[in-house]
Structures are given as C-alpha cells and as structure tokens.
C-alpha cells in the first residue's frame, strides 16, 4: 500500500476533502499548506500576517515560508504522509526533492485531480471562504496554471503521477483515489 502521497490539481478540485478522509481511514499525517498558513493568520503570527494579505488575494505565499513549515513537520515523522497543496511551484517541488533526499524518504504517489473549471468555481462559491470570491477565484485559477501545473511534467517524467476524474461525489472519487494505491 503506497502511503506517502501528494495530491495535485486545481483549487476547489477537492484536495482537502479526499485528503481529510484518506489520512484519516489509511492513518496518515495530512499536510495541508493551505490549512498551516490558515491556522496562522488566525493565530495573528508573525507568519500568519505575512501571509494573510497574499492568500485573500489568491496569490502564493512565499516559497521560503511555505517550506519552513513542512520541514518542520516532515523532519522527525517516519510514518506515511500526504502532501495537500504543497509544492505548488517548481522551486517548491525541488526543494521538497532535496528535503525528501535529506530524510531518505520518496513520493511514492501523485493523485492529479482534475475538474472543469465550471465546476470548480460553483464548488468554491458555494464554499464561501474568504477568498472564494469570483475575482480571486479566476486569480486563482490562473497562477494555478502559471505556476502549479508545470509541476504536472515534472512528476510525470518521473513515472510517479496518475490522474483522477475529480467529478462526481466525494465517495465515487474515494473510490478511484484509493485504487490507485494498491
Ligand atoms: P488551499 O487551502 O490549498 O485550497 P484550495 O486549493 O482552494 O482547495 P482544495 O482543492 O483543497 O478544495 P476543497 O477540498 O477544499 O489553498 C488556499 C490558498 O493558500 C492558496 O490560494 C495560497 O494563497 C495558499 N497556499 C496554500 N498552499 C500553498 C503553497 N504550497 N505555496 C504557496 N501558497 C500556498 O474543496 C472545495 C469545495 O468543494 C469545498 O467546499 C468542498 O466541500 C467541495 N467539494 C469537494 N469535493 C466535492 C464533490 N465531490 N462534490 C461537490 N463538492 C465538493
């Protein structure tokens, strides 16, 4: 059973809510980026206010921040894991690469959820989350494109990566996730 995994694909894809259910039933450590710098800013940290401003506007926080938090939690945690929104840029898939080298560790799983964007900017609006306006939603989609979906080659190449029809409902694309990982 594959149990470090990463899960790629565009905001409102539904990253968070397989990997909420997958952590939990396969007993891992779920890392979401998203959910740390959240926590953050409503700690009103030093990093949270560094980050507050940039999220609201759908850009990405800072690479260098980003990774300090996953190294923090990565490092020291020898169980199974599954990376949600993290890397989110080349700069960030190499030095997790490096980081992955320093533990001994390796992705053993890249989960491509993928969505039309009809249908994820309805999935966001109905969220409803600060920074599930239409605006920032559209933003969104475009530094996903600009910057995360090259990412998509990068494992790729690898022999790592392997695409999930993320529409239908939470189970159906429970289901699929999971007989990926056999
Ligand atoms: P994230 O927190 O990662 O959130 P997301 O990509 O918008 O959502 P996700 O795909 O997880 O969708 P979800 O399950 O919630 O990022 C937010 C911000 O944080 C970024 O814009 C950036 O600023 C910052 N950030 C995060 N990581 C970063 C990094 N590595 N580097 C730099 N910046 C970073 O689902 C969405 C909605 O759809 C929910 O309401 C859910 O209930 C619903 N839904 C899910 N599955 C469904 C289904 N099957 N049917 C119907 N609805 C469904």
Do not use: C
């Amino acid at each position: 059973m594959k149990q470090r995994l990463l899960f790629l694909g565009p905001p409102g894809a539904g990253k968070g809510t397989q990997a909420v259910n997958l952590a939990e039933s396969h007993g891992l450590l779920h890392l979401s980026t998203g959910d740390l710098l959240r926590a953050e800013v409503a700690a009103g940290s030093e990093l949270g206010k560094e980050a507050e401003a940039v999220m609201a506007r759908g850009e990405l926080v800072s690479d260098g921040l980003v990774l300090a938090i996953v190294r923090s939690r990565l490092s020291g945690h020898d169980g199974g894991w599954l990376l949600d929104g993290f890397p989110r840029n080349l700069a960030q898939a190499e030095a997790l690469d490096t980081l992955l080298g320093e533990l001994n560790q390796q992705i053993e799983l890249v989960v491509l959820m993928e969505l039309d964007d009809a249908v994820l900017i309805q999935r966001l609006l109905s969220r409803g989350r600060d920074d599930d306006n239409e605006a920032v939603i559209r933003h969104r989609l475009e530094v996903y494109r600009g910057q995360t979906a090259p990412l998509i080659e990068h494992y790729r190449v690898k022999g790592l990566l392997q695409s999930v029809d993320a529409a239908g409902t939470v189970e159906t694309i429970a289901e699929r996730i999971g007989a990926l990982l056999t």
